[in-house]
């Protein structure tokens, strides 16, 4: 009767350190010898890179001629895409969260700038991603020596020209091709103002549950493809009713001339990966 009390225990004991180790996302390997149990927690590891379109025109259909060979070996399918900076590691146990700046120059009327998001899933676990516009405090916005990169009216000439921007988001299959559904334009005058017109200075997803799996998948499908187009509207689309399509937003000519040929920093955009839980 104590052997078979004794047996029950450690049957239970058992049972309730499987269960544990579940609820924290892990995964068993027994060896061949007997009682021996590793415990693996999952862990992000992903890489990603930020890449600006080949566009001599800028009228937004990218230009293979204008290729220079500058792209990793490692990511071959974007030769038409300069790699800007150097691939981002994004490195956690659960969740990770990587900011990038984009920077524009002399961005006139209907002319677009094209970016592209690269993430690499280089763990055991799928990545859940979600890219988000961080609003435009001036915290935000910094120069090199960390001092702020706006002040007083530059600060309000800023937010105007994020106002008149739109942007487009479309995730691409391993062809290239856009995923049917994905096509998102975006007027960024939605998330400065809320209706009542105050300021809004909260986070936007500009995209999100895009599910990119892990190394081991049988499907070879653990990255994924995210471009960012930017464009700088016309006065007309930018005044046009919403519910014709354009921005609904009141500007002046003359305000909308001076945001023409000048450089700005985009707002901040953030790229969340998260283990479904």
């Given at each position: 009767?104590?052997?078979?009390?004794?047996?029950?225990?450690?049957?239970?004991?058992?049972?309730?350190?499987?269960?544990?180790?579940?609820?924290?996302?892990?995964?068993?390997?027994?060896?061949?010898?007997?009682?021996?149990?590793?415990?693996?927690?999952?862990?992000?590891?992903?890489?990603?890179?930020?890449?600006?379109?080949?566009?001599?025109?800028?009228?937004?259909?990218?230009?293979?001629?204008?290729?220079?060979?500058?792209?990793?070996?490692?990511?071959?399918?974007?030769?038409?895409?300069?790699?800007?900076?150097?691939?981002i590691p994004a490195l956690s146990n659960d969740e990770a969260s990587i900011d990038m700046n984009m920077?524009?120059?002399?961005?006139?009327?209907?002319?677009?700038?094209?970016?592209?998001?690269?993430?690499?899933?280089?763990?055991?676990?799928?990545?859940?991603?979600?890219?988000?516009?961080?609003?435009?405090?001036?915290?935000?916005?910094?120069?090199?020596?960390?001092?702020?990169?706006?002040?007083?009216?530059?600060?309000?000439?800023?937010?105007?020209?994020?106002?008149?921007?739109?942007?487009?988001?479309?995730?691409?299959?391993?062809?290239?091709?856009?995923?049917?559904?994905?096509?998102?334009?975006?007027?960024?005058?939605?998330?400065?103002?809320?209706?009542?017109?105050?300021?809004?200075?909260?986070?936007?997803?500009?995209?999100?549950?895009?599910?990119?799996?892990s190394m081991l998948s049988s499907n070879n499908d653990n990255?994924?493809?995210?471009?960012?187009?930017?464009?700088?509207?016309?006065?007309?689309?930018?005044?046009?009713?919403?519910?014709?399509?354009?921005?609904?937003?009141?500007?002046?000519?003359?305000?909308?001339?001076?945001?023409?040929?000048?450089?700005?920093?985009?707002?901040?955009?953030?790229?969340?990966?998260?283990?479904?839980?």
């Amino acid at each position: 009767m104590i052997k078979t009390k004794v047996v029950l225990s450690l049957i239970s004991i058992i049972t309730i350190v499987c269960l544990l180790a579940s609820a924290v996302f892990a995964w068993f390997v027994i060896s061949d010898q007997i009682n021996s149990v590793s415990i693996k927690i999952a862990k992000i590891d992903s890489l990603i890179s930020l890449f600006e379109g080949l566009d001599f025109n800028r009228d937004g259909t990218l230009d293979r001629g204008n290729y220079l060979g500058e792209d990793p070996a490692s990511v071959p399918r974007h030769e038409m895409y300069s790699i800007l900076g150097s691939p981002i590691p994004a490195l956690s146990n659960d969740e990770a969260s990587i900011d990038m700046n984009m920077s524009i120059t002399d961005l006139i009327p209907t002319q677009k700038f094209t970016y592209k998001l690269h993430i690499v899933n280089n763990s055991e676990a799928s990545n859940i991603m979600r890219l988000s516009f961080i609003g435009y405090v001036a915290s935000y916005f910094k120069n090199n020596l960390g001092s702020a990169l706006y002040t007083g009216a530059q600060f309000d000439n800023f937010i105007n020209y994020i106002k008149a921007l739109s942007i487009e988001i479309k995730q691409l299959d391993d062809n290239g091709q856009i995923i049917l559904g994905s096509l998102k334009k975006i007027y960024l005058a939605d998330l400065i103002f809320t209706s009542n017109g105050e300021d809004r200075n909260t986070e936007f997803n500009l995209v999100e549950n895009i599910q990119i799996d892990s190394m081991l998948s049988s499907n070879n499908d653990n990255d994924a493809d995210i471009v960012i187009v930017v464009q700088l509207e016309t006065l007309e689309m930018l005044t046009k009713p919403k519910n014709q399509g354009g921005a609904g937003i009141t500007m002046t000519e003359q305000a909308y001339q001076s945001l023409q040929g000048k450089q700005y920093v985009l707002p901040l955009l953030r790229v969340y990966l998260e283990i479904p839980g």
